[in-house]
């Protein structure tokens, strides 16, 4: 533990109102308890290894003071709901004060709580009533770039004009280029996330900033020990006051390509376009493990406290891998938020342009961050929507319209029986699905305005009529409002869904299906959705082999049915999903034919046996549905390889399993 006293820089002391040096660890009596749970002690595993994660989008959670957004004392107020649920922690979408240009994500101060949402006190209380209750909580923080409105961005542009501050290098500053003829151009071709050039140009001291996405969220220059100081301090003010851990947004896009003659340009992909698709000079940058590794070491590595980082930009379980070491001296991150599978809707990355995509191809993406994560000794996580993709059972059930419950089921069976930290985004457990409606109410997130407004201008005439209404499937189907939609508590409020009070407008429309979704509703259906994730919740945290237990997948290449084992020591799962809504005839392969009882189904009781044996080595699943089989073989260690099998063990703990032919 280190406890010696560091002297802040002159051009620190102005920016922390409470600079936390030395470094001490606190955490209230509360959070040693859930420290020191049995469950820890057993495994030896990182408390966040068994959890499961709760992502809170706080504008669209519970409004208590009827101005339309959602607020920290309505987070407080569900507290009770989320003990129920069965989640361990609870992630809270950014609550800094913000300009609100990118929902939050664009920090205009990193000390201050935004007033939509409440105060200090606010979040004091809340903190302190989730720790009571035996949960955690985390922050989304953006340290990559901040809100131009935010001082320290004022502070440089100040700089710049003279004043003696020592702050014109916290953002990444550079001239305009100018060829033969005198004409001048941004610093290197390559494209905002978001819009037209990644640089933007301020005319009262001429130069152009660096923005990875919008243009009021300049990036923060991470080459600048001073700028890297002033980011643990922000760290270490939230952990001291007792905070769990944070989800560090966009984290791998922390250094950039840049060279000896300045910024390269992208490779022309958009041969009429100045602006270039630039993931590789941005993300993933050659001092990208250097800067984290000495985060760790300044911070982290003096609490009890997650790292959760998210990985932008086309992430691959290997370079993936290199972000979560638990080597010492190599310590970067807990774990991380990979998109592959994701974005196997995309075209090339464009989230605009749709694809239809089949199972095998999920499969596929699914099973090499499982194998790779646990071949490194790490731990991935698993998950299937956020704030900022649309919904699950809207992406990975097809047909669902007809059987959105059993399509709700099956997901929540096969989120809680891969291998990682669950997360879970609000309204997954109430099988939300996106409104599948376009109107310009709906169209708030600045991405999908700047799109939006875009093909607008773009397509004008008549004949753009067909370009237009694909910009609004497009929107419909992935834009990120579409999961921002306010949660429905109460299935008799028909104008908020009990989010807010009745005179109020919440700021985005409520869900037109709102009764079905309704929390309260669903938690006294006992045939509900939310109930069977509440199930699916302890069904994991009873059964070891569903956290722990190595992951195998069976016949990659069927077109309907997911399979796979899940094996640790003795106990072995077999987990057979339908992602189709039609019936469909699974020859189970040898080793997956017998000894193995029924653990549960998504269908209700009543509705016929599960996954009805048509033949001794085949089984008929009806329309989305899922089965999860256990056997138990006592004699895993000792079973004779040489018989011949699959091999579906665990080689981390030194047993092999293997099931005969």
């Known amino acids: 533990m280190r406890n010696e006293s560091k002297q802040l820089s002159p051009i620190l002391a102005h920016l922390e109102p409470s600079p936390s040096f030395p470094i001490k660890p606190s955490h209230a009596p509360a959070i ?95 903190l302190n009533a989730a720790h009571r209750k035996g949960l955690r909580v985390i922050l989304d923080v953006a340290l990559n770039h901040t809100s131009s ?27 305009a280029i100018e060829d033969a003829q005198g004409n001048k151009r941004p610093p290197s071709n390559w494209a905002s996330v978001f819009e037209g050039c990644m640089w933007e140009w301020v005319p009262e001291i001429s130069k152009y900033y660096l923005h990875i996405f919008g243009r009021a969220q300049p990036d923060l220059n991470w080459e600048n020990p001073h700028v890297r100081r002033a980011v643990y301090n922000v760290l270490r003010f939230w952990l001291d006051k007792g905070v769990d851990g944070f989800r560090l947004d966009a984290i791998n896009c922390i250094s950039k390509v840049r060279n000896e003659d300045g910024w390269p340009d992208a490779q022309i992909i958009w041969p009429l376009r100045f602006e270039q698709k630039a993931n590789q000079m941005f993300a993933n940058g050659p001092r990208v493990h250097d800067y984290l590794r000495e985060m760790h070491d300044e911070v982290f590595a003096h ?30 991150l807990d774990l991380i938020v990979h998109f592959e599978h994701v974005e196997l809707d995309c075209v090339d990355g464009d989230k605009w342009i749709l694809r239809d995509w ?26 299937m929507e956020n704030h900022d993709q649309p919904r ?32 879970l985004y609000q309204g997954q457990e109430l099988g939300m699905q996106n409104p599948d409606e376009f109107s310009e109410d709906m169209v708030r997130d600045v991405e999908t305005v700047i799109y939006w407004n875009a093909i607008r201008s773009r397509h004008k005439d008549e004949g753009a009529l067909q ?110 999903l339908n992602f189709v809504g039609e019936d469909t005839d699974w020859e189970l392969p040898p080793p997956c034919r017998e000894g193995w009882s029924l653990v ?62």
Request: glycine letters at 8%; aromatic letters at 12%.
């Open 32 to 126: 040693i308890e859930l420290n020191s749970s049995k469950d820890e002690a057993d495994t030896g595993e990182p408390w966040w290894t068994d959890a499961v994660i709760y992502q809170i989008f706080v504008p669209s959670f519970k409004d208590t003071n009827a101005d339309g957004y959602g607020d920290l004392n309505g987070i407080t107020e569900k507290l009770n709901y989320l003990v129920q649920l069965g989640v361990d922690v609870i992630w809270l979408s950014p609550i800094f004060d913000s300009p609100m240009y990118d929902m939050g994500y664009d920090i205009s101060d990193y000390y201050t709580i935004n007033p939509l949402y409440g105060d200090m006190e606010d979040f004091n209380q809340l």
């Open 600 to 661: 549960t189904s998504n269908y209700q009781q009543g509705q016929g046996d599960p996954a009805r044996r048509v033949a001794s080595d085949r089984r008929m699943f009806r329309p989305y549905e899922g089965i999860i089989w256990r056997k138990i073989k006592t004699d895993c260690a000792t079973h004779n390889a040489e018989k011949g099998g699959i091999e579906i063990g665990r080689p981390s703990a030194g047993i092999r399993c293997v099931y005969a032919n």
């Open 392 to 423: 699950g059972l809207s992406r990975f059930c097809k047909a669902t319209k007809i059987c959105r419950e059993l399509g709700a089921k099956l997901l929540a069976m096969w989120l809680f029986t891969l291998q990682g930290t669950v997360l």
């Open 467 to 576: 370009m237009l209404e694909l910009a609004r499937k497009a929107i419909v189907t992935k834009g990120r409002d579409v999961g921002r939609i306010p949660i429905p508590w109460s299935p008799s409020c028909h104008d908020s869904g009990g989010f807010t009070s009745s005179s109020a407008h919440p700021w985005l429309p409520i869900h037109p299906n709102l009764e079905e979704f309704a929390a309260e509703k669903q938690i006294r259906d006992h045939d509900s959705v939310w109930v069977f994730y509440r199930n699916m919740i302890r069904l994991r945290k009873e059964h070891k082999a569903l956290i722990y237990g190595v992951y195998e997948i069976i016949e990659p290449n069927h077109p309907s049915i997911f399979a796979y084992t899940r094996t640790w020591v003795d106990e072995c799962y077999l987990i057979a």
């Open 149 to 175: 409105e935010n001082r320290w961005f004022k502070k440089s542009v100040a700089a710049h004009l003279g004043e003696p501050n020592g702050m014109g290098d916290f953002y990444i500053w550079e001239d």
């Open 303 to 332: 609490y009890d406290a997650l790292a959760l980082g998210e990985m932008s930009c086309g992430i691959t379980p290997e370079l993936g891998s290199e972000f979560i070491s638990r080597d010492r001296g190599k310590q970067e």
């Open 358 to 383: 089949e199972l095998p191809e999920l499969k596929a993406a699914v099973s090499k961050w499982q194998t790779r994560m646990a071949e490194v000794g790490g731990w991935d996580t698993v998950w």
